[in-house]
């Protein structure tokens, strides 16, 4: 049976490979959906197994001789991945997927990873867990750098507001008025979250808004922040809103909704990209030159197509490694 942590090691060490060192990992949890009432994993022991996983990929990938790993879930005699990630100081970059436990906070800050919420409730619900997570930030003492932190968000680009409602209307009602329709059970099995979490008040990213996501309109659906949609003006404001509200530094951009069709989804794209996010760049001057959160590529690339005509000879191998 080959060892999941050590799949996952490998697979992300590939595509940073691929990609010329631009991974940027994830490592969600799992939903209590998928994890605990799919996969039938104990919800009480499903941080315990996380910790452990991300501690074997860590040392998998920073561990440049063979180690075994003894651990309580994992027993390996010999783990020596391959390939290795090209961002080897000292890994490539890590964001952690955020859902409302606060455990979680600790575990950025103490990895030196960014906390990224996702959710589908837009960032005027998210404001009270953020809140919680950058007054943990300060209670512990390290610097408040906006990259700390990330944020997922529905964004819709057109003309004008009345276009923008025309166009997507009816694909942001099919996506949160159908497919969210999440039984509050599945969304959360106990002892998915820890009592800490519990006695905060934090609410699972799954847990439906009061009245639930079969009624929403297209009005309250924008105006209570599930989805960033109008004109390239409109949204500049609340992607601004939005930025400096949460002090977020990684935007997760999710621009195609439920049913939408590919010619929308590039049309919206494409007025994001030309019309919004130039004038989104720069938000957090003093921290400019804080990349601890993102990629560190290599400086040349081998294009598609680009082979060298002859061989090196063994002098110009001598001058390379000179």
């Known amino acids: 049976l080959y060892n999941p942590p050590?799949?996952?090691?490998?697979e992300f060490a590939m595509l940073d490979c691929i990609s010329g060192g631009r991974l940027v990992a994830g490592f969600p949890v799992g939903t209590s959906m998928d994890t605990n009432y799919c996969y039938g994993q104990i919800p009480s022991l499903t941080r315990e197994k996380y910790q452990e996983a991300h501690d074997l990929i860590i040392k998998a990938w920073t561990t440049r001789e063979p180690f075994a790993w003894n651990g309580r879930?994992?027993?390996?005699?010999?783990?020596?991945?391959?390939p290795r990630p090209i961002q080897d100081k000292p890994h490539p970059p890590v964001h952690i997927p955020g859902g409302g436990s606060v455990e979680t906070y600790d575990f950025c800050i103490d990895n030196t990873y960014s906390y990224s919420y996702l959710s589908f409730s837009g960032y005027l619900r998210a404001q009270a867990l953020m809140n919680g997570y950058w007054k943990r930030v300060e209670e512990r003492g390290v610097d408040k750098s906006p990259y700390r932190a990330g944020f997922a968000q529905t964004i819709l680009v057109a003309d004008t507001d009345e276009e923008a409602e025309r166009l997507y209307s009816e694909h942001v009602?099919?996506?949160?008025?159908?497919?969210?329709?999440?039984?509050?059970g599945f969304a959360d099995a106990p002892g998915y979250r820890t009592i800490k979490t519990i006695q905060t008040g934090a609410l699972s990213q799954y847990a439906p808004p009061r009245g639930s996501y079969t009624q929403l309109t297209w009005k309250e659906l924008t105006e209570q922040g599930h989805v960033i949609a109008g004109s390239p003006e409109t949204v500049r404001?609340?992607?601004?809103?939005?930025?400096?509200?949460?002090?977020?530094?990684?935007i997760f951009c999710l621009m195609h909704v439920g049913n939408m069709p590919a010619d929308k989804c590039m049309y919206s794209t494409k007025l994001f990209a030309e019309k919004v996010m130039p004038k989104l760049r720069n938000m957090f001057p003093d921290w400019d030159h804080d990349n601890r959160f993102w990629t560190s590529p290599l400086d040349k690339r081998v294009t598609a197509g680009r082979l060298p005509k002859e061989a090196p000879t063994g002098a110009d191998l001598a001058k390379t490694y000179a």
């Open 237 to 250: 404001q609340r992607m601004e809103e939005l930025i400096k509200g949460l002090n977020v530094g990684n």
């Open 73 to 82: 879930y994992n027993k390996l005699r010999h783990v020596n991945i391959w």
């Open 173 to 184: 009602s099919y996506f949160y008025n159908r497919c969210l329709h999440v039984y509050p």
């Open 6 to 10: 050590i799949r996952v090691a490998e």
